[in-house]
T-cell receptor, first 113, second 112 residues
Framework: ETGVTQTPRHLVMGMTNKKSLKCEQH?????MYWYKQSAKKPLELMFV???????ENNSVPSRFSPECPNSSHLFLHLHTLQPEDSALYLC????????????FGEGSRLTVL | TQLLEQSPQFLSIQEGENLTVYCNSS?????LQWYRQEPGEGPVLLVT???GGEVKKLKRLTFQFGDARKDSSLHITAAQPGDTGLYLC????????????WGLGTSLAVNP
């Protein structure tokens, strides 16, 4: 059983919809991440939160809005997405200062029509 | 610019065969991680290599970090269908484990 859970596992939305992806980690880690995984591209880091403060934002379009209310929960709010945003969105957690290992959730498969 | 090149991109072999996949770069990494991602799942860490020339073994999997810490290889002996998946390498630079550099991955299919 994974220590990082993501919901929903699958999401289909129109370009005008607003939806959110949720991630919860049960590992006591102090950093959480959103990654985008698309075909023929390496994993793209979108956001990093350390101790609930956003420390990295890799020039992600504003139609993606992260929220980290506490060290165990991470959200990705989605609005007015484009078809090219269709991808697998992976949440991960790690313990900064530790081994550097990332613990991933199973991902949320997003399709934008 | 793809900083980490993985080869081959795709590999389909029969059960019992041996294989090697590669992760190459012109950049130096302080450490390199190997992950396996099965269909419908997130990546799972297999190993982290840190020292140039280091060799680590995980059952039938042997990982090597190049002497110059620019490349790595993964060798699987007597592959099993359970080895099927996407093998990803990720390099850490300057001790910044929040910002890994990822390869595209090698998609391995082991047929019974």
């Amino acid at each position: 059983e994974t220590g990082v859970t993501q919901t929903p596992r699958h999401l289909v939305m129109g370009m005008t919809n607003k939806k959110s992806l949720k991630c919860e980690q049960h590992l006591g880690h102090n950093a959480m991440y959103w990654y985008k995984q698309s075909a023929k591209k390496p994993l793209e880091l979108m956001f990093v939160y350390s101790l609930e403060e956003r420390v990295e934002n890799n020039s992600v379009p504003s139609r993606f809005s992260p929220e980290c209310p506490n060290s165990s929960h991470l959200f990705l709010h989605l609005h007015t997405l484009q078809p090219e945003d269709s991808a697998l969105y992976l949440c991960a957690s790690s313990q900064l200062g530790g081994s550097g290992e990332l613990f991933f959730g199973e991902g949320s498969r997003l399709t934008v029509l | 610019t793809q900083l980490l090149e993985q080869s081959p991109q795709f590999l389909s072999i029969q059960e019992g065969e041996n294989l090697t996949v590669y992760c190459n770069s012109s950049s130096v990494f302080s450490s390199l991680q190997w992950y396996r991602q099965e269909p419908g799942e997130g990546p799972v860490l297999l190993v982290t290599v840190v020292t140039g020339g280091e060799v680590k073994k995980l059952k039938r999997l042997t990982f090597q970090f190049g002497d110059a810490r620019k490349d790595s290889s993964l060798h699987i002996t007597a592959a099993q269908p359970g080895d099927t998946g996407l093998y990803l390498c990720a390099g850490e630079r300057d001790g910044n484990n929040r910002k890994l550099i990822w390869g595209l991955g090698t998609s391995l299919a082991v047929n019974p």
